[in-house]
């Protein structure tokens, strides 16, 4: 391993590592990048799923007319509890296009449908926080692997050379330790986000469990309606 300057900065400790430490490095500033980009997309999402959701509550509760409603996202694309809305709406409309035998086991069917739609939306909150967690948990060990490669070949350079001074020493030490310093530098902030998201993804799902729950007994109040023989007994 060639010397380094004791003075040697950052780049030029990379550049002056072996080729695995680099490799290394170059592979956990990837993942440090590619994280930070997850972050910040899951950021934006979770602050448009919110907005969303405010929105489409605040018409839901407004008094409008279901069948208006879900005549008006019919034909946009949905998320949140507008998704489980249309999903459950569009259920509750094929019960009306059959006999009427069909509404028997409508509400079995209507919290399926409910269940379904909560599952989708909470597994594309989630999507990428995987790699997150991969990072958080993977990153410090991948870097002290490059710390220890890079001290092995460091000792075989003092051994060739047989001069043990600190100053042949420290650089060789210093290029190896940057590699789990880098390692850190990815695995911290990603543990910090995932935990992050992973309440954020908690809350979400807590929201729309509570308003297929309200939606599911307004519909359940409407079947009964349409089954005499079952609001008799």
């Known amino acids: 391993m060639p010397d380094a300057p004791a003075d040697a900065s950052l780049l030029q400790m990379f550049w002056t590592a072996h080729v695995v430490v680099k490799i290394v490095m170059l592979g956990l500033l990837s993942a440090s990048f590619w994280g930070w980009v997850i972050i910040v997309d899951k950021v934006i999402l979770f602050r448009r799923f919110r907005r969303e959701m405010d929105a489409f509550e605040q018409t839901f509760w407004s008094g409008h007319s279901l069948e208006e409603l879900y005549a008006s996202l019919l034909q946009k694309p949905v998320s949140g509890a507008s998704a489980l809305f249309v999903a459950a709406m569009r259920e509750w409309k094929r019960s009306f296009q059959n006999a009427s035998g069909s509404f028997r086991g409508l509400h079995a069917r209507i919290d399926k449908v409910l269940d379904v739609s909560i599952a989708r939306?909470?597994?594309?909150?989630?999507?990428?926080l995987l790699f997150l967690a991969t990072v958080a948990s993977a990153g410090p060990f991948v870097g002290l692997f490059g710390t220890v490669w890079g001290i092995m070949t460091s000792f075989r350079s003092i051994a060739a050379s047989k001069n043990t001074s600190l100053a042949v020493v420290a650089p060789g030490i210093a290029e190896a330790l940057l590699a789990t310093a880098i390692g850190l530098f990815a695995a911290i902030p990603a543990l910090i986000a995932y935990n992050k998201l992973?309440?954020?993804?908690?809350r979400a799902q807590?929201?729309?469990?509570s308003f297929a729950d309200e939606f599911s007994s307004i519909l359940s109040r409407?079947?009964?309606?349409?089954?005499?023989?079952?609001?008799?007994?």
């Open 121 to 128: 939306e909470v597994e594309r909150l989630e999507s990428s």
């Open 198 to 202: 992973q309440g954020d993804v908690a």
């Open 206 to 209: 807590a929201r729309l469990e």
């Open 222 to 233: 409407q079947i009964d309606q349409h089954l005499p023989g079952e609001r008799a007994a």
